[in-house]
């Protein structure tokens, strides 16, 4: 399996303000992810974290809110702009360890936002 | 477009009885289908996964899952339940048909296991 660390594990953000989620990964991790689990809800993919460029997003999700930066292999952030409560969430780090085919994806322990 | 249902919000079982947790998807091509655990205030934990092979795949904690291609199921499995299965979990497929790197999950079914 891939270790993956996220920091913050919590933050309590004010409206308005913007946060840095980083995400390191052990060196086996190929593709990562940023995913969003609102409370009591399931897992929506935010993005593809993409190595040295922007990355990809999904349907719903901007670059604007939600700037990425993968600048190596194993390192990426989530920047979660102009904060609302709506906002509050858990945001987990992912990655697969070699192709994606039929490989697991991995998670990190989240970080929990709560906007005030 | 690939999904996966799961039926059940939650599921309660009395510890020591079989537990069951349903999940059906939908994709194009063929599954590469996971079950994830998440507990109180914790990250996803990977439990198993079919890609190819064997019907009856087995996986952490004594948990096992049955592919159903007929049926498009996949129901999390374990004979014996403990209390300390009661969490949140997760069924997740991905598309092979579409490059399959995209992992979709369903909406989660909470397990309750009385003592």
């Known amino acids: 399996s891939a270790v993956i660390s996220q920091k913050p594990s919590r933050d309590i953000c004010q409206r308005g303000t913007s946060l840095t989620i980083q995400c390191q990964v052990d060196?086996?991790?190929?593709?990562m992810f940023w995913y969003r689990q609102q409370p009591g809800q399931s897992l929506t993919l935010i993005a593809t974290?993409?190595?040295?460029?922007?990355?990809?997003?999904e349907s719903g999700f901007v670059i604007d809110k939600f700037p990425i930066s993968r600048p190596n292999l194993t390192f990426s952030t989530l920047t979660v702009s102009n904060m609302s409560p709506e906002d509050s969430s858990i945001y987990l780090c992912?990655?697969?360890?070699?192709?994606?085919?039929?490989?697991?994806?991995?998670f990190g322990e989240g970080s929990w936002l709560t906007v005030v | 477009a690939q999904s996966v249902a799961q039926p059940e919000d939650q599921v309660n079982v009395a510890e020591g009885n079989p537990l069951t947790v349903k999940c059906t998807y939908s994709?194009?091509?063929?599954?590469?289908l996971f079950w994830y655990v998440q507990y109180p205030n914790r990250g996803l934990q990977f439990l198993l996964k079919?890609?190819?092979?064997?019907?009856l795949v087995k996986g952490s904690y004594g948990f096992e899952a049955e592919f159903n291609k007929s049926q498009t199921s996949f129901h999390l499995k374990k004979p014996s339940a403990l209390v300390s299965d009661s969490a949140l979990y997760f069924c997740?497929?991905?598309?092979?048909?579409?490059?399959?790197?995209?992992?979709?999950f369903g909406a989660g079914t909470r397990l309750f296991v009385k003592a």
């Open positions: 992912s990655g697969i360890v070699g192709t994606p085919s039929g490989n697991t994806i991995y």
């Open positions: 060196s086996q991790v190929t593709m």
């Open positions: 974290a993409n190595q040295g460029s922007e990355a990809t997003y």
């Open positions: 994709v194009s091509g063929n599954p590469y």
């Open positions: 079919y890609i190819t092979g064997d019907n």
């Open positions: 997740a497929v991905r598309d092979a048909a579409t490059g399959g790197f995209k992992t979709i």
